[in-house]
């Protein structure tokens, strides 16, 4: 089966949990699929899944001039427009931050609504990115993208306990260092969902203090 008809199949026996706060900001975020750059060697992919050898994924570094989380790792995403879906949306910020324009028959699925200490209710929508060879990256937004290949995020985390909240934060090891949530959190049940098959929810898993804000 082809690397596309996995990840569709996969998420569509996946039944993602919606959250009603009307206290909280809608917002979607993208994991935006696109051919890895450097695939491993044929028979190196730990396993046999087609997925963890020449598929990868579209992460930013947020610009260092916005006002709040500066420089930190970030899926592409952002605030929903007033009469937006949430599919609507992630689209959208995806062609306003790198460019990336997409029909929507390159949306797989979504994930768990996953709410955050800043405000915000986030919908992770998974998306078709296909060759995605001409990215222009919007600088008052992206300090920087990078197509992170998907066996680097299948990865075990980490799970710290801290003074402030009696719920585990959640550390992804990857690019040589670790990736809190809430885009750690989504990263984490996309591997789960996707690449283990398995159906992990992450909306109680905490976001560092840094990020409370």
Do not use: C, K
């Amino acid at each position: 089966m082809e690397p596309r008809a996995v990840v569709a199949a996969r998420m569509a026996a996946f039944e993602p949990v919606r959250v009603d706060r009307p206290d909280l900001a809608r917002a979607a975020v993208t994991i935006t699929l696109v051919p890895d750059p450097d695939p491993a060697p044929t028979g190196d992919a730990p396993g046999d899944d087609p997925l963890l050898d020449g598929l990868a994924l579209l992460l930013t570094r947020r610009a260092p001039t916005l006002r709040r989380h500066a420089n930190q790792w970030a899926l592409p995403g952002g605030r929903l427009d007033p009469g937006e879906t949430e599919i609507v949306a992630a689209r959208r910020e995806l062609d306003e931050e790198l460019g990336l324009r997409l029909d929507d028959d390159a949306v797989l699925g979504v994930l768990d609504d996953y709410p955050t200490r800043s405000g915000y209710l986030i919908t992770p929508v998974v998306l078709w990115g296909g060759p995605a060879r001409d990215l222009t990256p919007n600088p008052a937004e992206v300090g920087s993208v990078h197509r992170v290949a998907l066996r680097e995020i299948d990865v075990e985390p980490r799970f710290l306990t801290i003074p402030e909240s009696e719920a585990p934060v959640i550390q992804v090891p990857m690019l040589g260092r670790f990736v809190h949530a809430p885009t750690g959190a989504v990263l984490h049940q996309f591997r789960e969902v996707v690449l283990r098959g398995r159906p992990t929810r992450v909306a109680h898993l905490e976001q560092p203090v840094f990020a409370w804000r």
